[in-house]
């Protein structure tokens, strides 16, 4: 029991580094969000669409973390997007928040054959926060330190970079997360906490119109991350079915299986999702079940995305349309 009470407690602490390591730690960006991804995303369509999640991991284990996150992003001019994001993470007795701004600006590369690329940058603010006011000896009462005197709270800035290319229904995305080391400030003395952030994320996938009927599509994707610092890398395969009714509205389901890439048949977690637009409002749920010595101690992950798409002007550059046929096929009611 000792030994599944350390691993917890490092998982846990592992995760919430990881918010500012990568924003998208499960898979809110496949509730139809690529602008969780990357910034180069901003912009892409006919609606301001805004995006609201909320993440209980490993619902059974006690201070397990909970996060919520907020999305926006939209178009500014024919070729250009911008979009902010924040997130509120809680794990036990520590804290993270964060807010990030983006920009995007898009390019047609060959019209006739539709390919477009895209230009991304983000500056991101990360906070970290120890609740030292929950401290307790072990018997419930709190810890008198005379060298715990104040809040325990750092904040760091940073930058994001991405680039997309998209060839008429294939998007292919690279970014490189995090350029500036972090401050570290030793609440122990002891350098627990890392410093180097910089990863590189690939995100990539093809959206299939079915030939049978035209308002079903099929899209596998792929989802990778590289951490520079140690070079651990982790893969996403992901699969989504949508269909659509005559009015644009739609729903759909889907897939995903995550695992470390030196641990192919070892999936990390791995659940379903799906989701529904209806009159521009937009709800999601995905599950996530993990696949390690945490499976007997917990119900899974659960995640609940909803949203609204505002209306707003169709651009005259063909860039800022999306790789999804009907999504964001300008018809009558131009509907996202």
Not at 66 to 95: C, E, K, P
Not at 105 to 125: E, T
Not at 177 to 199: A, H, V
Not at 276 to 284: G, V
Request: proline share 3%; hydrophobic share 35%; net charge positive.
């Amino acid at each position: 029991m000792k030994k599944i009470t350390l691993y917890i407690l490092f998982l846990i602490a592992s995760y919430g580094y990881g918010q500012e390591l990568n924003l998208p730690v499960w898979t809110q960006y496949l509730a139809d969000n690529d602008f969780i991804v990357s910034p180069t995303f901003a912009g892409i369509g006919d609606n301001f669409k805004i995006r609201a999640n909320g993440l209980t991991q490993w619902v059974g284990i006690k201070n397990a973390p909970d996060n919520q996150a907020l999305y926006a992003d939209f178009r500014i001019a024919n070729q250009s997007g911008v979009g902010i994001s924040a997130y509120n993470d809680r794990n036990g007795n520590t804290r993270q928040k964060g807010i990030k701004f983006s920009y995007a600006h898009h390019i047609i590369l060959d019209y006739k054959s539709k390919q477009y690329l895209s230009f991304g940058l983000s500056y991101n603010i990360n906070s970290f926060r120890i609740d030292i006011e929950n401290f307790e000896n072990g018997e419930g009462t709190p810890i008198v330190d005379p060298s715990i005197t104040d809040d325990r709270a750092i904040s760091n800035n940073n930058f994001d970079v991405g680039f997309l290319y998209r060839w008429n229904r294939f998007y292919a995305s690279f970014n490189m997360n995090n350029f500036l080391d972090k401050d570290i400030d030793n609440f122990t003395g002891i350098e627990l906490e890392p410093s180097k952030l910089l990863n590189y994320q690939i995100y990539s996938g093809y959206v299939i119109q079915s030939k049978r009927n035209k308002n079903v599509e099929f899209e596998p994707s792929v989802f990778y991350q590289l951490f520079n610092s140690d070079k651990r890398s982790a893969t996403d395969i992901n699969f989504k079915y949508r269909k659509f009714n005559r009015d644009g509205d739609y729903y759909w389901i889907g897939g995903s299986y995550r695992f470390l890439n030196d641990q192919l048949l070892k999936p990390l977690n791995v659940g379903p999702m799906a989701g529904i637009m209806k009159n521009r409002l937009y709800f999601a749920y995905s599950y996530q079940l993990t696949i390690n010595d945490l499976s007997g101690f917990n119900s899974g992950t659960h995640s609940i995305t909803i949203g609204l798409d505002f209306m707003q002007n169709a651009s005259n550059c063909a860039c800022t349309k999306g790789t999804s046929y009907r999504k964001y096929k300008n018809n009558g009611n131009n509907r996202n």
